[in-house]
């Protein structure tokens, strides 16, 4: 069991009548080794929820475990927890910011107080892990691509070796093809070091293809908590919250409503034409 | 006439390395001929780094091509007078919408515009009054734009170009920040100045949901025009488009590789409803 | 934290003092301020009190929002209030510790606090009021004169307010990239002074870069909606006194009269 929140309640502007509510007594456990889509609209308390889980924002109320142990005690190190729950922030640009991208990547395994060697041992791994190419190594961070940066920024957290790996809409501002390396990215980093990965997004169909676990999250409160599949079959909900399921669930749903027999809980681009073909083939 | 026209339209800037010594010269328009009809809603698409922005930003006077020219409903971007005609005819909206809102309040900032062209007060309050309409925004107006969503600020810039009385209105990327409910607010606003106000739309944005309306479509590579037609035509090609980095709707994906298994399928379907219809007429074509 | 300034923060509803000319509003802090350093006795005290307190009410601004500004200079006001208690010489009242609290002390101290006080919340009206822009265009358009003697009015006029609308923005980006080095194992309160500083150049660089692209872009954006200075250039809300502004400036007077009187000419305010 990595990660458990426990009714976590946050609010921020204490005191005031300003104060907002941006998490409403939230509870999830987060096991070992899943792939996880948090999703939401803007505003839905999604990043105020990965803010939580490495310390960042401590709760209003209620209690996070992290193995057993309860992050706000007073003899667990911050420090610690944040070299095993990783968290990467939307802009890259927001924690760039060494000579080179080597030296950036490094800044993170410095922190957790390792010597030099090690420092350096891991941030090399960790380049290699996220593809960039040897050349940009010892580049200016600013000199990258969009892609790129964010290749760097994801880096500068894995060099920390965590175990949980959080990352905030990572594919923001990207183009297509950007946006589907850094996910198959994401997904071999999972398959390949069996991390906890929890990719938040505000599209459907960003996650729709990787993720064995989605959770909703609308006003600050979980909605759902299921497999893609069960959570795409509330196609209306999901619409009223100002989410859209896949745009392959909306396929589906048409060709039922015009009479067509088919099973409306595919997911994904292959299940979806052989589940066509299928029919198509009576 | 044309409201936009590049003629072998050149943009190369000089790279320099940190001690400013020249490291080499970057074509990133190359040899560029493009034409706008009055009234159309035009797309570009492209990849990031394919050169669509640095031509965006031509066709406002913002940045001058190295070499060809570039025309604004018939003003040479060169001719240095011209400039600020040229840029209440083709207004400019942003990707970042909060480093393009001036004003403090909204309609403050819907006034900008005419403030700088020297519009009279009361007309300037007409027109406030009438773009904050046109993009559904003037219960807002007294709002300070902090206090708005990403979607709802990309409409107030929209306003702010709008009551310029521009011919043209050139939107660089303005939904690549935004969430999905963000971006069909913004592209709803757009659609509905082209139908309605009949102003010009050059779109520039690499989601493939927003062109589906469009009237012409350019696909930008390399500094280069690569592909150019109907988004039903540009559609109809998913290996071309894969190649450049594009992506193509779920659906129009999904309809061809039904037809690569050998489903009989038209072309370049573009929406859920044509994609049903054609598989119904496959279907009752079989009975 | 950095949610809860409201330094230079607007409040939006609708009075009669929001209504005012910008340039009323930056007289009448002007003056308020000056009062309250005319004033000798307790008697103009109570007249600077009352003034405010009707300009608060008349206002429609919660009082809560008026206090915020206090917090912030919470702690130059204990000090100047205990630098006076303690080190004024005179006649002595008790003693602390060591320390002889004089007759005079406690009045000076009394004194200065209220004036800190009355300030902070009487400059806090004016900013409530007006909009930092409207604000602007009261000094450009009060400081029009200099324009003669080439002090570039309009564009340091335009500079302020923009600087203004960018601090929220900047200081929640502060706030973010601290979250994302934090992150990273980053702590910026550890260590000595030296080691501080240091700990400050990766929330600095991300921060600067930020705000010149931010520059860069508004430049861009002001440039393709024709900004070219203040030449040829018109107003959407022209300043223009009103009936109610010239009242204004007229209640200001009888004010100031009345400060005079009773804070330094009639005897009856020597209680201290």
Redesign the interface.
């Known amino acids: 069991m990595a990660l458990i929140l426990d009714h976590v309640t946050y609010e921020y502007g204490n005191g005031t009548e300003l104060t907002v509510r941006a998490l409403n007594d939230v509870s999830l456990v987060i096991p070992d080794g899943q792939f996880i889509g948090l999703i939401g609209h803007t505003g839905s308390g999604k990043s105020t929820l990965v803010q939580h889980l490495n310390g960042l924002l401590t709760p209003t109320s209620g209690h996070i475990y992290y193995n057993g142990e309860d992050i706000h005690d007073r003899d667990f190190s911050k420090k610690k927890l944040r070299g095993r729950v990783g968290l990467v922030f939307q802009y890259p640009e927001h924690q760039l910011f060494e000579t080179d991208v080597f030296t950036d990547v490094c800044f993170g395994p410095k922190n957790l107080g390792l010597d030099k060697k090690e420092v350096q041992l891991r941030a090399f791994q960790a380049l290699k892990q996220v593809g960039l190419p040897d050349d940009c190594f010892y580049q200016p961070p600013f000199d990258l691509s969009g892609g790129q940066k964010r290749r760097a920024a994801i880096a500068g957290v894995l060099a920390m070796k965590p175990e949980v790996l959080v990352l905030d809409e990572p594919t923001a501002g990207l183009d297509p093809k950007g946006r589907d390396e850094i996910l198959d990215l994401v997904s071999s980093l999972r398959d390949e070091n069996g991390m906890t990965v929890i990719l938040v997004s505000h599209s459907m169909d960003d996650v729709a293809e990787y993720v064995d676990r989605i959770v909703v999250m609308d006003r600050g409160g979980v909605c759902f908590d299921d497999t893609p599949k069960e959570v795409f079959s509330h196609k209306e909900e999901l619409e009223g919250m100002g989410l859209s399921a896949p745009q392959v669930t909306d396929i589906m749903h048409a060709l039922k409503k015009a009479g067509w027999s088919v099973d409306t809980t595919v997911t994904t681009l292959e299940e979806t034409k052989r589940e066509i073909l299928k029919r198509l083939a009576r | 006439m044309k409201i936009v026209k590049t003629k072998d339209l050149v943009f190369e800037y000089i790279r320099r390395d940190e001690e400013g010594n020249v490291e080499g010269i970057t074509t990133a328009l190359d040899h560029v001929d493009l034409e706008v009809n009055p009234g159309d809603f035009i797309a570009i698409l492209g990849h990031n780094g394919s050169g669509k922005s640095t031509l965006a930003k031509h066709f406002n006077a913002i940045l001058m091509p190295t070499e060809g020219t570039v025309r604004v409903d018939g003003m040479d971007t060169g001719e240095q007078e011209k400039v600020w005609d040229i840029r209440q005819r083709a207004g400019m909206v942003f990707q970042n919408p909060d480093n393009q809102i001036i004003g403090q309040v909204v309609e403050e900032d819907v006034g900008f515009g005419p403030e700088n062209m020297g519009v009279p007060t009361k007309e300037i309050w007409e027109r406030v009054e009438e773009s904050l309409r046109a993009v559904g925004m003037y219960e807002y107006r007294k709002y300070a734009p902090n206090k708005l969503s990403g979607g709802q600020k990309q409409r107030v810039s929209i306003a702010g170009v709008l009551a310029m009385h521009p011919k043209c209105i050139v939107l660089d990327e303005p939904t690549a920040m935004l969430d999905p409910g963000g971006r069909r607010e913004v592209i709803r606003a757009v659609r509905a100045l082209n139908d309605v106000e009949k102003v010009t739309v050059i779109l520039i944005t690499h989601y493939m949901e927003e062109i589906i309306h469009a009237d012409k479509v350019f696909v930008m590579d390399g500094g280069k025009i690569a592909m150019q037609g109907t988004p039903r035509e540009i559609f109809s090609r998913v290996e071309k488009l894969k190649e450049l980095r594009l992506d193509v709707p779920k659906v129009t994906l999904l309809a061809h590789e039904l037809k690569k298994e050998g489903v009989p399928l038209p072309d370049g379907i573009l929406t859920v409803k044509e994609f049903v219809e054609a598989l119904d007429r496959l279907r009752s074509g079989r009975r | 934290m950095i949610?809860?300034i409201t330094l230079g923060q607007?409040y939006?509803t609708d009075s009669i003092v929001h209504r005012l000319d910008p340039r009323v509003k930056i007289a009448a802090t002007l003056i308020f301020i000056c009062s309250l350093f005319v004033v000798e006795q307790a008697a103009g005290y109570v007249v600077a009190v009352l003034f405010l307190a009707a300009a608060i009410k008349l206002s429609h601004v919660p009082f809560?929002f008026m206090i915020r500004g206090m917090r912030a200079i919470l702690f130059l006001l204990l000090i100047t209030f205990f630098f006076n208690l303690f080190l004024t010489p005179g006649e002595a009242a008790f003693q602390v510790w060591k320390l002889t609290v004089t007759k005079e002390g406690i009045a000076l101290a009394v004194k200065m606090a209220v004036r800190l006080s009355l300030l902070i919340v009487g400059s806090s009206v004016m900013t409530l009021t007006t909009?930092?822009?409207n604000l602007t265009d009261g000094l450009e358009k009060m400081l029009r004169p200099l324009q003669k003697c080439k002090v570039p009015v309009h564009e340091v006029a335009m500079m302020m307010?923009?600087a203004?609308?960018f601090i929220?923005?900047l200081l929640e980006?502060t706030d973010?990239?601290m979250?994302?080095?934090?992150?990273?194992?980053?702590?910026f309160d550890e260590g000595n002074l030296i080691q501080k500083a240091k700990s400050m150049?990766?929330l600095l660089?991300?921060l600067f870069?930020?705000a010149f692209?931010?520059a860069n872009?508004?430049a861009?954006?002001?440039?393709?909606?024709?900004?070219?200075g203040g030449e040829?250039?018109?107003?959407?809300?022209?300043l223009q006194y009103k009936g109610r502004d010239y009242a204004a400036y007229l209640i200001l007077a009888v004010y100031l009269a009345l400060c005079i009187v009773a804070g330094r000419i009639v005897p009856w305010g020597s209680i201290l």
């Open positions: 949610r809860d607007y939006q809560r909009t930092p822009n307010s923009i203004l609308r929220p923005i980006e973010k990239i979250k994302a080095q934090m992150a990273r194992g980053a702590s150049v990766p660089v991300p870069i930020s692209r931010r872009d508004l861009m954006a002001m440039e393709a909606r024709c900004y070219r040829g250039r018109t107003k959407m809300k022209p």
